[in-house]
């Protein structure tokens, strides 16, 4: 196993999640299986306590692991699926060696840092490192690591001196440090200025690292002169030097770490230059392909997201991610109205009219209407008012978690006349609770006690707008996080009303997808379809929300129309009573066609079924 490791110096923000991705596609296109860790030097077990305000978006994996937004970008880049244990943190690492001690694994020992921690940093490295994440067998070629936080923070010593300790274990050849830094322009000076980047370099090698690559983050790009100060100050050879200034969209920076070839520079150190002979070349022409075409986009597609951490976009970034994927595959420049659900409310418009009015007008310019998830009830008005705009004026609508529990309250107050419809996150003791905390959840732990992961759906009809944007599959797996779901015993009304429910979970109890009938596009989704979208393949809601708002919905429909679908061989299910099981429904000498009641799915996902003494369950 080869490393990279990726880390930063100056400032936080360079972009060092972005950069890593990038390193990955760039040595994954060069033939190399890649695997990526993030190190968060937090003391938080995970990220799934903390506000999106202050640390972006809580990214959302297969497994259910709370991770940071990071992760997200590694599995959008190098289209894999990481696991919970590839975001290494503080927390985690304390918490198993606190573990550990209590047990006597240590012997009685003094638990120190180092080299208890340290080790236990190492161990966690390898053995993530060897999880294969593409779907193919084996471990990767190489793991590209990236540590949060900036050179020189208290936070983050314990791992610099594990990875100090790491590149003497994996030995030289095994192992390539990366470091971002920044070369800033002083307006009053006007020339690049490296002396940041030289004490961030001189920091780092105080810490027993030497970088074998600098890549430099600028406004413009670098000079040569600058270049070759950097190199002689910082003891990195020039051709080693690479530069990452501002591009027109992020998917520019693989192929500009092509053009100043980092995969010869970084596979040199690896020493995987060549294959029999044959020297390595990135094969990029899809990619570079997609980002020409992001940047030729002219005829804009206008959304307006709606919510209430709209002055941070990373608190939404798989969202606009999952966006910017439909628009570039319905050709169009994506522009985003950002409307702060609070200022839609009429207490705003008291208070501040102009918030008010400016907040309205974003969202009539609007040709399509988005409702994230999220958290609390501030703002959970002007997000109801939002959805009766969209349903009212036939605008489409998108709600995602939280957006979809909004659109099914507002329909509830408006079409079946339930003016205090609620639901009990917000109103517990609400005479219609439309929306109910989970059976299972805690209310005592917030950490990991949400329903999460991938989970599946199971789509009830084949002439909904969204069975035919998943291509009418009988089932779709969605990653979620969520603790409170539609009323299942108030969903008899809603469908007398007109409020279809088209996707449901195995035990039929869990609503995951709502659609009006009526309505040019008006889609809810329980879980996040943001979370599994890649630039190359476009999450199907978000495809159907932008071709909707940019009149291209039918062709998309009639399109995925025309696809094959799957033909599966016909087999009898397996059929479990009392705990055991009885082969293709057999069951006493009479088929599962004898049994008082139908079928269930056992919910596996394998197409078994369960039973009781009386029948099959229900």
């Avoid at 390539?176 to 830094?181: A, D, E, G, I, W």
């Avoid at 920044?182 to 200025?193: D, F, R, S, T, Y």
């Avoid at 004026?393 to 003016?419: D, N």
Wanted: charged residues 20%; glycine residues 10%; contains cysteine.
């Amino acid at each position: 196993m080869k490393y990279v490791v990726v880390t930063g110096g100056v400032v936080s923000g360079l972009g060092k999640g972005v950069t890593a991705s990038s390193i990955g596609v760039l040595l994954k296109a060069c033939g190399l299986r890649i695997t990526s860790i993030k190190i968060d030097p937090y003391l938080n077990t995970d990220a799934g306590t903390m506000s999106p305000i202050e640390h972006g978006e809580v990214y959302v994996l297969d497994d259910g692991g709370e991770v940071d937004l990071d992760l997200g970008n590694y599995e959008r880049f190098l289209d894999i699926k990481l696991t919970r244990d590839n975001n290494i943190t503080t927390g985690k690492i304390y918490q198993s060696v606190i573990n550990k001690e209590r047990k006597g694994v240590y012997l009685g020992k003094t638990v120190q840092v180092v080299p208890h921690i340290t080790d236990e940093i190492q161990e966690w490295i390898e053995r993530t490192a060897s999880i294969p994440v593409d779907g193919k067998e084996g471990p990767a070629d190489i793991c590209v690591i990236e540590l949060g936080g900036t050179i020189g923070d208290i936070e983050s010593m314990p791992f610099i001196e594990a990875l100090g300790q790491f590149s003497y274990r994996v030995g030289k050849g095994n192992f390539c440090l990366v470091h971002v830094s920044l070369v800033p322009v002083l307006n009053a000076v006007g020339e690049q200025k490296t002396k940041p980047t030289q004490h961030s370099v001189r920091g780092l090698r105080g810490l027993g690292l030497a970088p074998d690559i600098l890549a430099c983050r600028s406004a413009e790009v670098l000079d040569e002169n600058v270049k070759e100060k950097l190199s002689q100050f910082c003891h990195v050879p020039a051709d080693n030097i690479v530069n990452l200034h501002d591009v027109s969209n992020i998917w520019h920076i693989p192929l500009m770490l092509k053009e100043q070839k980092a995969h010869d520079s970084i596979l040199k150190v690896l020493n995987l230059q060549s294959v029999g002979g044959v020297p390595r070349m990135p094969k990029l022409d899809e990619w570079t392909e997609r980002a020409r075409t992001c940047d030729s986009l002219n005829e804009p597609v206008k959304i307006a997201m709606v919510g209430k951490y709209t002055g941070l976009s990373d608190a939404y970034l798989s969202v606009l991610k999952a966006l910017l994927h439909a628009s570039v595959a319905c050709n169009r420049k994506l522009v985003v109205n950002w409307v702060p659900s609070p200022d839609l409310e009429e207490t705003t418009c008291e208070e501040n009219p102009e918030a008010y009015h400016t907040a309205w007008n974003l969202l009539k310019g609007a040709e399509g209407i988005l409702v994230p998830g999220g958290f609390g009830d501030r703002g959970v008005q002007g997000k109801i008012l939002a959805a009766k705009y969209a349903r009212e004026t036939k605008i489409p609508f998108l709600g995602i978690c939280l957006g979809m529990q909004i659109a099914v309250i507002e329909f509830a107050r408006s079409v079946m006349k339930l003016p205090g419809a609620n639901s009990t996150e917000f109103d517990p003791d609400t005479r219609s609770p439309c929306v109910i905390f989970m059976p299972e959840g805690s209310k005592t732990h917030m950490g990991g006690t949400m329903r999460l992961g991938s989970r599946r759906t199971y789509f009830q009809t084949s002439n909904s707008k969204a069975a035919k944007l998943y291509n009418n599959v009988s089932y779709v797996d969605e990653r979620h996080r969520h603790r409170y779901e539609v009323n299942p015993e108030m969903v008899p009304q809603f469908e007398k009303a007109g409020l279809s429910f088209v996707g449901k979970d195995e035990t039929q109890k869990r609503m995951e997808i709502i659609e009006l009938p009526d309505h040019p596009f008006y889609v809810g989704a329980q879980f996040h379809p943001e979370f599994k979208s890649r630039p190359g393949k476009p999450s199907a809601l978000f495809l159907g929300l932008i071709a909707a708002s940019s009149g291209q919905l039918s062709t998309v429909l009639q399109s995925n129309s025309k696809i094959k679908k799957p033909t599966h061989k016909k087999v009898t299910p397996n059929v479990y009573l009392n705990s055991k099981l009885y082969p293709n429904g057999h069951i006493n000498g009479h088929t599962n066609s004898h049994m008082k009641k139908p079928l269930k799915p056992l919910g596996n996902g394998n197409g078994n079924y369960y039973a009781n003494g009386n029948g099959l369950q229900v």
